[in-house]
C-alpha cells in the first residue's frame, strides 16, 4: 500500500471516529492537499486528480473518462490503487473541501454556497456536510461566528474539545 492509499485509510477511520468537527474538516483538508502536492508516479493519475480538483469535485466519472481517453473502469482502479479510494468519494471530498472554504471566507446564503459548490441542491449540501462533521451548516457557521467573538485564547477551540465544555 502506498502512502497516499494508506492516509485514505487513515481519513476514513478517523472521520468515522467521534471527534469534533474542526478535526474532521483539517483531516480532509489535509488529505486534500497529499493528494494534490504530493509527487505522482503516474501521468494519468496527475491527470485524474487535477481534472476531479479544478472541476471541484463535479465533473461526471464518464466525461472525465471521454477527456482523458480511458475507461471509467481505469480511473476507478488507479483511484483505487495510488489513493485508495473510489473516483465518486474524491470528488465528494473535493466538493466538500470548496463549500467549506467558501463558508468561511465568504458571507453568502446556503443556497449560493450549495450553487457555488456543485450541488444540486441546499439539502443535498446539508446533508452531505453532515455526513462529512455530524453538525449542520447553519450550526457551523454559528460556531464560526461565536469564535471571532471569543477570547483569543479560546478562538480556534472547538466547542466538543474545549475542557470547559
Do not use: W
Request: with cysteine; charged share 20%; net charge positive.
Amino acid at each position: 500500500m502506498n502512502y497516499l492509499a494508506i492516509l485514505h485509510d487513515t481519513l476514513e477511520r478517523q472521520l468515522n471516529c467521534d471527534i469534533c468537527y474542526t478535526k474532521k474538516i483539517s483531516i480532509i483538508n489535509n488529505f486534500i492537499t497529499n493528494i494534490i502536492y504530493t509527487k505522482k508516479t503516474n501521468p494519468t493519475l496527475e491527470k485524474i486528480i487535477y481534472y476531479i480538483y479544478h472541476s471541484k469535485g463535479t465533473i461526471h466519472i464518464k466525461d472525465l473518462a471521454e477527456s482523458l481517453n480511458i475507461s471509467q473502469r481505469q480511473i476507478e482502479r488507479i483511484l483505487k490503487n495510488y489513493i485508495g479510494t473510489s473516483p465518486k468519494r474524491l470528488s465528494e471530498f473535493i466538493q466538500f473541501k470548496t463549500s467549506i472554504d467558501l463558508l468561511q471566507k465568504y458571507n453568502l446564503s446556503l443556497v449560493e454556497i450549495a450553487g457555488a459548490s456543485g450541488y444540486f441542491d441546499q439539502a443535498h449540501f446539508i446533508k452531505n456536510f453532515k455526513k462529512f462533521t455530524g453538525i449542520t451548516p447553519e450550526y457551523f457557521l454559528k460556531l464560526l461566528a461565536d469564535k471571532t467573538s471569543e477570547s483569543p485564547q479560546m478562538a480556534g477551540s472547538c466547542i466538543s474539545c474545549s475542557p470547559f465544555s
